[in-house]
């Protein structure tokens, strides 16, 4: 079992829709979780970072995390053709005895928001 | 404005030779990270490094070489011993490997073996 997980889509949904993405993570010690959004050919872009437990808005973007099912989503109100890339959820994951932090990255959902 | 900057955009190399690609930062963070993406497969840690002048091994470090010389710049250089070359390379950094903050990508570089 993987570590991050997320369904790679595609998602199609109409411009206007609330889109909802989802990752599950299977180590209960995550405590920090980010949100990315990439586009064909582009570097990954930070949309939100998050700790434990509970909701964290930003304009248009919503994060999500829920310790007790180890579910973290990402909702996007009013969608946008722009808004079509591929989304990525990751987490620092847990200290190694090295004291390093190896990220842990999902394999993307792409989303297409039409027209 | 402060950044990754990853050079070049488009990298075309021939069996058996040895590549370098760049990476700069300006955003004063410790850490670096180099990783691979492959269609399907996700991002894939090649090396990271916490503190100038020392760098660890990722998941799929065979094949690939990098230096730390000045906090500012990783470099990774593709050998003619990784196989498999052709793929999205991005540079990361956070504040610091310790802490687990925020990690920022570069554009990447995208690598083609003819």
């Known amino acids: 079992q993987k570590e991050v997980e997320q369904d790679p889509g595609p998602l199609s949904v109409p411009e206007g829709a609330i889109v909802s993405l989802n990752c599950t993570y299977s180590?209960?010690?995550?405590?920090?979780f980010m949100w990315y959004r990439q586009y064909s050919r582009k570097g990954p872009e930070l949309l939100m970072y998050?700790?434990?437990?509970g909701n964290k808005e930003d304009g248009r973007f919503t994060a999500q995390v829920d310790k007790s099912s180890k579910y973290i989503s990402l909702f996007i109100r009013d969608s946008q053709p722009s808004d079509s890339a591929t989304y990525l959820c990751?987490?620092?994951?847990?200290?190694?005895?090295?004291?390093?932090?190896?990220?842990?990255f999902g394999t993307g959902t792409r989303l297409k928001v039409l027209a | 404005d402060g950044g990754i900057t990853q050079s070049p955009k488009y990298l075309f190399r021939k069996e058996g030779q040895n590549v370098t690609l760049s990476c700069e930062q300006n955003?004063?963070?410790?850490?670096m990270y180099w990783y691979r993406q492959d269609p399907g497969q996700g991002l894939r840690l090649i090396y990271y490094?916490?503190?100038?002048?020392?760098?660890q091994k990722g998941d799929i470090a065979e094949g690939y070489s990098v230096s730390r010389e000045k906090k500012e710049s990783f470099p990774l250089t593709v050998t003619s011993a990784q196989k498999n070359p052709t793929a999205f390379y991005l540079c990361?950094?956070?504040?610091?490997?310790?802490?687990?903050?925020?990690?920022?990508f570069g554009p990447g570089t995208r690598l083609t073996v003819l």
């Open positions: 180590n209960s010690a995550f405590q920090y």
């Open positions: 998050t700790y434990s437990s």
């Open positions: 955003l004063n963070h410790d850490a």
């Open positions: 490094s916490q503190i100038v002048n020392d760098f």
């Open positions: 990751a987490s620092p994951g847990t200290m190694a005895t090295s004291g390093t932090y190896k990220y842990i």
């Open positions: 990361a950094s956070s504040k610091g490997v310790y802490s687990g903050n925020e990690q920022f």
